[in-house]
T-cell receptor, first 118, second 116 residues
Framework: AQKVTQAQTEISVVEKEDVTLDCVYE???????LFWYKQPPSGELVFLIR??????QNEISGRYSWNFQKSTSSFNFTITASQVVDSAVYFC???????????????FGSGTQLTVLP | DAGITQSPRYKITETGRQVTLMCHQT?????MFWYRQDLGHGLRLIYY???????DKGEVPDGYVVSRSKTENFPLTLESATRSQTSVYFC???????????????FGAGTRLSVL
């Protein structure tokens, strides 16, 4: 069975601080996908990143960066110089990889509520 | 408009009533999913479908029924609503080809359901 743990239920930072959201996963699959989604106060789910299990390169996109470490089963997300608009719930998720490389149903963590104060 | 749409956005019903939540996608994606979101649990999978007429249970299927007669529609029915089914329901589909990035689930805006 798959499991995703986001131990940080709530984080509060002051604007311009850096913040890291932790994600630890468990799976018996040797190939899989990892995702981060953002859920702003408006409620929709916004895709941020997808990583496959055989690509451990870290990724940076603007103020966002992701650190994938297969050895520790972690896929952490860092926001640099946080802004008030970053306030949201962030979900980490895991999907098995189907035989054709396609993604399947997601197993979500319980989410981390990030509040960025002005 | 292209995308994945859910209706209604908000629904209030009473215990014991039947409720159907609609999900429609315009991308012709094969895979579609229903999740429910509850505080402290993140999103949990209710049912999913690999193609028209192929459905399977997820983590929390009890009390729900799905059907998929057409690729673009995936309705979720609560046959006899209970208070424990008060939740936010999200429909999703997987982008595997075309304009959308591959293997990424795209979500509808959600349906907020209250069972009184």
């Amino acid at each position: 069975a798959q499991k995703v743990t986001q131990a940080q239920t709530e984080i509060s930072v002051v604007e311009k601080e850096d913040v890291t959201l932790d994600c630890v996963y468990e799976t018996r699959d040797t190939t899989y996908y990892l995702f981060w989604y953002k859920q702003p106060p408006s409620g929709e789910l916004v895709f941020l990143i997808r990583r496959n299990s055989f690509d451990e390169q870290n990724e940076i996109s603007g103020r966002y960066s992701w650190n994938f470490q297969k050895s520790t089963s972690s896929f952490n997300f860092t926001i640099t110089a946080s802004q008030v608009v970053d306030s949201a719930v962030y979900f980490c998720a895991l999907s098995e990889m189907g035989s054709s490389g396609s993604a399947r149903q997601l197993t979500f963590g319980s989410g981390t509520q990030l509040t960025v104060l002005p | 408009d292209a995308g994945i749409t859910q209706s209604p956005r908000y629904k209030i019903t009473e215990t014991g009533r039947q409720v159907t939540l609609m999900c429609h996608q315009t991308w012709s994606h094969s895979y579609m999913f229903w999740y429910r979101q509850d505080l402290g649990h993140g999103l949990r999978l209710i049912y999913y479908s690999a193609a028209a007429d192929i459905t399977d249970k997820g983590e929390v299927p009890d009390g729900y029924v799905v059907s998929r007669s057409k690729t673009e529609n995936f309705p979720l029915t609560l046959e006899s609503a209970t208070r424990s089914q008060t939740s936010v329901y999200f429909c999703a589909s997987v982008g595997t080809s075309g304009a959308l990035a591959k293997n990424i689930q795209y979500f509808g805006a959600g349906t907020r359901l209250s069972v009184l």
